[in-house]
Antibody, heavy 121, light 106 residues
Framework: EEQALESGGGLVQPGGSLKLSCQVSGFIFSTYPMNWVRQAPGKGLEWVSTISGSGDTTHYADSVKGRFTISRDNSKNTVYLQMNSLRAEDTAVYYC??????????????WGQGTLVTVSS | EIVMTQSPATLSVSPGERATLSCRASQSVSNNLAWYQQKRGQAPRLLIYGASTRAAGIPARFSGSGSGTEFTLTISSLQPEDFAVYYCQQYNDWWTFGQGTKVEIK
């Protein structure tokens, strides 16, 4: 069974940095794109970033472009999200989600349980 | 950016009744449309992809239809565990989610 497990969330001051990790098990990790999606308290889902299976293609939402960097280590079945210059509006639960298909443009399945990032002084 | 609009925002339904949720795209997304269910305090779960294909383990009471810009998720007979928030997502042109429809007990 495919599973994803995030870690690295916590409380950080505005302007600070945080790096999230997501370790995946149960399938051929390098075959599938990986994604980060966030959900602010009481709000809906917002796509944040996507990386291809090989790691050579990345995409970002405009709201995080230039501040966040997605990467992956296929030898460790892990995807990362480096978050810099954090703002209060980045406060959210961050989910990693596997691509449902090997194509880059695909649905998300499965999802991790999420990790909470709080940006506050 | 493709904008996804879901309606209604809240749907009040009695157990055993049928629920119909709508999702509209601001431009055609072909059939590159997924539906997710999210219960309070949990991660989203994939229900439907390709507009109409049920994900593994999803009960047959969930069905999806539509293409282009208009999509529908139908729950044929609501069970107690189906009361949740439902999101549509397009993956034709990057990725965007609708704002969600909350299905609550009437």
């Amino acid at each position: 069974e495919e599973q994803a497990l995030e870690s690295g969330g916590g409380l950080v001051q505005p302007g600070g940095s945080l790096k999230l990790s997501c370790q995946v098990s149960g399938f051929i990790f390098s075959t599938y794109p990986m994604n980060w999606v966030r959900q602010a308290p009481g709000k809906g889902l917002e796509w944040v970033s996507t990386i291809s299976g090989s790691g050579d293609t990345t995409h970002y939402a405009d709201s995080v472009k230039g501040r966040f960097t997605i990467s992956r280590d296929n030898s460790k079945n892990t995807v990362y999200l480096q978050m810099n210059s954090l703002r209060a509006e980045d406060t959210a639960v961050y989910y990693c989600a596997c691509g449902g298909d090997s194509a880059l443009l695909t649905w998300f399945d499965p999802w991790g349980q999420g990790t909470l990032v709080t940006v506050s002084s | 950016e493709i904008v996804m609009t879901q309606s209604p925002a809240t749907l009040s339904v009695s157990p055993g009744e049928r629920a119909t949720l709508s999702c509209r795209a601001s431009q055609s997304v072909s059939n590159n449309l997924a539906w997710y269910q999210q219960k309070r305090g949990q991660a989203p779960r994939l229900l439907i992809y390709g507009a109409s294909t049920r994900a593994a383990g999803i009960p047959a009471r969930f069905s999806g239809s539509g293409s282009g810009t208009e999509f529908t998720l139908t729950i044929s007979s609501l069970q107690p565990e189906d009361f949740a928030v439902y999101y549509c997502q397009q993956y034709n042109d990057w990725w965007t989610f609708g704002q969600g429809t909350k299905v609550e007990i009437k």
